[in-house]
Structure formats: C-alpha cells, structure tokens
C-alpha cells in the first residue's frame, strides 16, 4: 500500500518551502486584486474602459507610476499605481482614493500599529520587528510610527470640546503623577471619571495641571461645567485640598467623599511598624462598618488605642475632616464599594503605567497627555459597573433617601418615571 505523507510529515525544508510558495501565491494575489483596483478606478474617473471611446473627454491614461511597496496587514506588495494626463480644466483631476499619494500602509496596518504602540512596544521596536513581517524593502521607520500618532491630538481636542448632556451622579476626581517622561517641573494629569444613569463609568476629563493647585482643579471643573455637565451629587478624592476648594467654588452643591485608603496610608506612616498588623486589623473594622453609629463607635475605640500606644498624632488625624469619609452612608449599599476610594481612578491608572513605563517616550507633556487619553479609552471599555444597576442609580438621581445604605423615602412616582 502506497502512503502519503502530511506536510507535518515532510523534512523541515520541504516545509519551509510550501510555506514560501504559498506565502508567495497570496502576495501576488494580493498585488493583482489591488492594480486591478486600481485600473477599474481609473476607467470610473475616465467614463471608459482601455481602448474605449467615451462620450466626454476627461484625460488620457499615462502608464504607471514608479512601483510602490505598500504594506497591507503584515505583508508588503510592490504596486503600480496609474496615472491620468490632459485633464481638462473644468474636470476634477485624478487622484486615487484607494492609494492615495505618500500612502505606504493600509488603514489597518496603521491601526494595528497604533494599537501595538499603546500596548506597550516602543517606536524604536517596529522596525526591526515589522522587517521580519513586511519585508526588507517595507516603508516602514521610526517616524512613520511617530505619524501615527498626530491623530491622537485631534481625537483629544474633539473629545475634550464635547458637550456633556447626561446626568452623572457620582464623579471621582485624582491627580496622577505618571513618570512617563515629563517635563522637570511638577505636572500632573487631572482625572476625572463620572457614573452615568445606568451605572457605567465614563472619562469626563483628563487636563495638564500643575501639581493639585486649587486653580488648577478649578479650571476643569469649570470647563465641565461649561460644557454642560451637572452637579454630582458627590465627588470622591483622595486629601487633596485643592480639590475640595474648587469644588466649594464650582460645585457648592456637591458633597465630599473622602478616599478611606488614602486616610489609612496616612495614618499608617504615623506609626511604627511593629503596630501595623494590629492598626489594619482595626481600622478594617472601622472601615467596613455597618452603619455610621458602628462606624463612629470603632472610630472612638481605634483612637483610644492610638492614645494607648502613645500615637497622639495619628488619633487626631483620625478625626481629621471626619464628616467627609462618612457621606456614603446616606447612598445605597450597593454603592458603597464604589464610593469609599478613589479605585476607580487608581486602577485605571495601575493599567496606564504598565505601558507608560514599558515605554518611556512622552517627553513632552502633551504626548504624555495624548497617549494616556489614548490607552485610558481603550481600556475605558471594560470599566466595571456600578453594583445595583440602572435601577439604584434612577433611586439616587431623582432623589430617593438612604440612611445607612437602606432606602428610607422613595422619590414620586413621575419624578421616577422622568428619570
């Protein structure tokens, strides 16, 4: 009986040839599909076909331009692309919409390239590794990956002129200090992402400020503001007085939740470490308390024992602006998770720096700024859900009352059905 063999059977070289030729049988395949394109744009453009008369005159063909390597998906195919002579003056003159000129990538390439920059390889890394895919002859170099990026710019500017017309209940406001390259001088992105009517989260702005200054959070929340956003109802940040002063300004309205994270960090740097252990334990407590007189009560116990251990410092701290870490108590439970810490805003973040810290390029502040709105919108698209789903969030906006997380006074019925 007569076998055959599989390719997996065949030696490594015989392998490695089919692989070539049908690496090469695609390539030219390409080739042929994108000139026939072309050639067919070109009798649209003409009203006639090759040795075809037309009814109007409107140019001649005028053979090919110089071959091209254009690089589609991860191949590139040399290209000739035709040319068009004696237009008329009153006719539009020829120009391809498919290959337009100084076009050496398709659109997905360019995309897939911009993709692959966010994730993590540098600009420096393209070439090198996108050689192997398109070729030796491929148009690729350094600053075509920087190309790629000048549309982010453009893409920010839309987005930061957008109006804003939904109702955001919550916003959580940060400032992030990235390291990705910045400018000597104390910069940082203001960030602030808003909870929409049906729980999602959603990025309402990410400005250059200088440090955390109160002007400086003055001026986004304005911009917000004037673009149409609402007062929140509250606003959770870590202890950065310049926020909570602009918001006093812009939004008087707007209650303040303090970040119980930030509050522990604090607290802890106060005290040895040989106390941490049993610091955490108790402040857990405190933290995760049922309801506010529970809370107020193991906050009066921690303190006691702060001033035990001789930790005066960090007892008074504890009592530091109280009222605001305990406003979540009079929204939903299902909330609380959400609006005890800024997580929100620091997880996103922990993703951002992955990639800002892989490739530390964004020398100047704006390219920091566009790559991080970039990589935070892509990411923006698996945000987590607010817990209790649009039907808690319609309680809270139109006004329903909660005390310790339970729901007390159900708002009317039309200012529901309105919501």
Known sequence: MRRYQTPHALAPEAGAVIHDTLETLAREGA?????????????????????????????????????????????????????????PPDAPPFASTILPR????????QRLFARLYLEGLSGGDFEPAFRELLGERAPLSASTIVRLKDAWAADYARWRERPISARYAYIWADGIYLGAGLEAESSCLLVVIGARADGSKELLALELGYRESTESWADVLRSLRGRGLAAPLVAVGDGALGLWAALRTVYPSTRHQRCWN??????????????????????????LAPTRIACEAA???????????????????????????????????????????????????AGVRLRTDVA?????????????????????????????????MTLVLVGARFADGVLVQVAPREEVQAA
């Open 31 to 87: 080739r042929a599909m994108l000139e026939r394109a072309l050639r067919a744009e070109v009798d649209e453009h003409l009203g006639r076909a090759r040795y075809a008369r037309g009814p109007a005159f409107s140019g001649y063909r005028n053979g090919y331009a110089r071959p091209r390597e254009i690089g589609i998906g991860t191949w590139s195919v040399e290209v000739r692309a035709p040319r068009v002579r004696d237009t």
């Open 102 to 109: 100084r076009r050496y990538l398709s659109a997905s390439t």
């Open 262 to 287: 930030h509050r522990a960090m604090n607290l802890a740097d106060k005290l040895p470490k040989r106390l941490g252990p049993e610091f955490r334990a108790r402040f857990r407590a405190l933290y």
């Open 299 to 349: 906050r009066d116990e921690l303190a006691g024992w702060l001033h035990a251990q001789g930790q005066d410092p960090a007892a008074e701290t504890l009592f530091r602006d109280w009222d605001d870490f305990v406003t979540f108590y009079d929204f939903p439970a299902e909330h609380w998770l959400h609006l005890r810490t800024s997580n929100p805003i620091e997880s996103v973040f």
């Open 360 to 392: 530390k390029r964004a020398r100047v502040r704006e390219n920091a700024l566009y790559l991080v709105f970039k990589i935070v919108e892509r990411l923006g698209r698996h945000w987590r859900v607010l817990n209790g789903g649009p039907t808690v």
